[in-house]
């Protein structure tokens, strides 16, 4: 029984320490995720704010050359069209670092879904392993514990034909000792 209870102690603690050690991947994964998602926003925000200044200063660098230029025709249509094309420019490449590092994110998601599912694959078989030795030894110790007053039931009963079948055969020899004892007593 001892060891059974030994065995059973230590399938109930590796139960345990892999239902922690589940818990404790599933954190980690999901604070490494809310990093990986804060990392991308702040980098979309820092790049949003460098575009916008970029535009502004392209902007006031435009009109003030539109204001120094108001006689120029085609040189103040020159200006605004190379204005215009590196404001298209910066957002573009504004675009491309989104996509780029929005990507990133995404590969660094699932490499890190990819990890906790093999964690969690490899916790749940140890689980399943540790609650089959538990339930097979919890099984085989009350197997081992409710028949118990059976056998007695049963030892009892078999000591009790014994002594009635013992019992029967005594009788049975009392009776066929007296029989001839009777016949030779008439004679």
Do not use: C
Not at 81 to 90: F, G, H, K
Not at 112 to 118: A, D, E, F, K
Not at 119 to 128: A, G, M, P, V
């Amino acid at each position: 029984m001892t060891k059974e209870k030994d065995t059973v102690t230590e399938a109930t603690e590796e139960l345990t320490e892999s239902l922690r050690e589940a818990n404790r991947v599933i954190a980690d994964s999901l604070v490494a995720a809310q990093e990986r998602n804060w990392k991308f926003a702040q980098s979309v925000m820092d790049h949003e704010v460098e575009l916008f200044k970029s535009h502004t200063e392209g902007t006031r660098a435009l009109m003030e050359k539109l204001v120094g230029e108001t006689e120029k025709g085609p040189a103040l249509f020159q200006t605004v069209a190379d204005s215009a094309i590196a404001a298209q420019e910066r957002n573009v490449q504004f675009v491309q670092g989104f996509v780029e590092n929005g990507t990133e994110v995404l590969r660094s998601h699932i490499e890190g879904t990819r990890s906790l599912m093999q964690t969690l694959i490899d916790q749940s078989r140890k689980q399943r392993e540790a609650f089959g030795v538990l339930a097979r030894d919890t099984w085989d110790a009350y197997s081992g514990f409710f028949p118990s007053p059976f056998r007695y039931y049963e030892r009892a009963m078999e000591t009790v034909e014994s002594m009635t079948s013992h019992g029967v055969e005594t009788a049975q020899k009392m009776v066929h000792q007296e029989r001839p004892m009777a016949h030779a007593a008439k004679k």
